[in-house]
């Protein structure tokens, strides 16, 4: 199945039905009156969050929903019938943009969430209604109200616990199918990865989501390379592993350019727990490491993790040291809510 995370769909709400003009021929009844229906609502349009969804690529084929038109109203005080509703599903994740790709309308998380982003134009009266003691035969009726219509945006944010990013072939796809049951592309030239891929970790007990997106390079938040568009599936991660590449010539720009570009795509996003790790160390001799690891502990102020997916070495600790930071904010925010958290124990 194809990946897509972004969709422009149009919507449009069902009209109401118009009211009817109507009287009563009963014979031998002199005085009928009228008796003309009310017409009825029309559908509204719906986004519901499901679970079995995790791309919105069937918005790819089908871009048009509209909701049914409510029935007319008829004689005999006869009501018209309601229009249906229309529902569009959508994987756990997904906001739903005003046209102008900013404003957030809702944002579905949970399966199970629903909103209306569309209301269905109400009926329209039937001369019945409008009868009263000076005016015993009206012959108006209203016609229904417009049902709304509009463009709106789907956009996919991956829900995942854990954040893979780095500079492009540092290491990210290779270190995600090593330790989940993933099968990114994996190759030696840059952009292997070219949309989001997600995997389930087991570390000890505790289980995490792990989301690994294409490599950033500097000026993506421009449109460089396949620009910062994939950042948002990082958003909601609770920690960040940035990944630098211990085979580059200059560790503390590359460590540099991904924080830039973190930061001009989202100061809140830039400002996620972050885990810093070395990768490919096997590639390197023990003088050539220590100098790159002390080249990224500077640029990051902080002791960096040594690890190589191809020969494990760090894997484990880098592992653990997501776990204790997605237990951490767990825990803050079940604290937060007023629930009791267990301490996690691998």
């Not at 449009?12 to 009228?34: L, M, N, Q, S, V």
């Not at 005080?77 to 790709?101: F, H, M, S, Y």
């Not at 995600?176 to 389930?200: E, M, Q, R, W």
């Not at 994939?230 to 010539?249: I, K, Q």
Request: hydrophobic share 40%; net charge negative; with cysteine.
């Amino acid at each position: 199945m194809k990946f897509l995370d972004l969709a422009k769909i149009y919507i449009k709400a069902g009209d109401g039905g118009d009211g009817c003009i109507g009287f009563r021929r009963e014979k031998f009844i002199e005085y009928g009156g009228p008796d003309g229906g009310d017409g009825g609502k029309g559908g509204d349009v719906w986004v519901e969050c499901v679970q079995n969804l995790n791309t919105l690529i069937d918005y790819r084929y089908q871009q048009h929903f509209k909701a049914d038109r409510g029935v007319n109203g008829m004689g005999r005080n006869r009501a018209g019938a309601n229009g249906d509703d229309v529902t569009i599903k959508v994987p756990p994740g997904t906001e739903v943009l005003a046209e102008d790709q900013e404003t957030v309308i809702a944002d579905l998380v949970n399966p199970g969430d629903r909103f209306r982003i569309a209301r269905g134009g109400n009926g329209g009266f039937g001369n019945a209604h409008f009868k009263s003691a000076t005016n015993q035969a009206p012959r108006h009726a209203n016609p229904g109200l417009a049902g709304e219509e509009f463009t709106i945006w789907l956009r996919l944010k991956l829900i995942a616990d854990a954040g893979l990013v780095g500079l492009p072939n540092a290491g990210k796809s290779t270190f995600l199918a090593t330790v989940s049951a993933a099968k990114p592309k994996i190759a030696d030239y840059p952009f292997t990865t070219l949309h989001p891929n997600l995997g389930v970790v087991r570390a000890g007990s505790f289980d995490f989501v792990l989301a690994d997106i294409p490599g950033l390079i500097e000026g993506a938040h421009e449109g460089a390379g396949l620009g910062d568009r994939f950042l948002g599936h990082v958003e909601r991660c609770r920690v960040l592993l940035h990944l630098v590449d211990a085979t580059s010539e200059n560790i503390a720009e590359d460590y540099r350019i991904v924080r830039r570009e973190l930061k001009a795509y989202s100061p809140e996003l830039a400002s996620k727990k972050e885990i810093v790790a070395l990768s490919k160390c096997d590639a390197l001799d023990d003088a050539t490491l220590a100098q790159r690891f002390e080249d990224l502990k500077k640029a990051a102020r902080r002791k960096p993790l040594a690890l190589s997916a191809v020969s494990g070495q760090g894997m484990k600790d880098a592992l653990f040291s997501l776990v204790r930071e997605i237990q951490k904010k767990d825990t803050e925010e079940a604290t937060q809510n007023g629930d009791d958290a267990e301490p996690w124990q691998p």
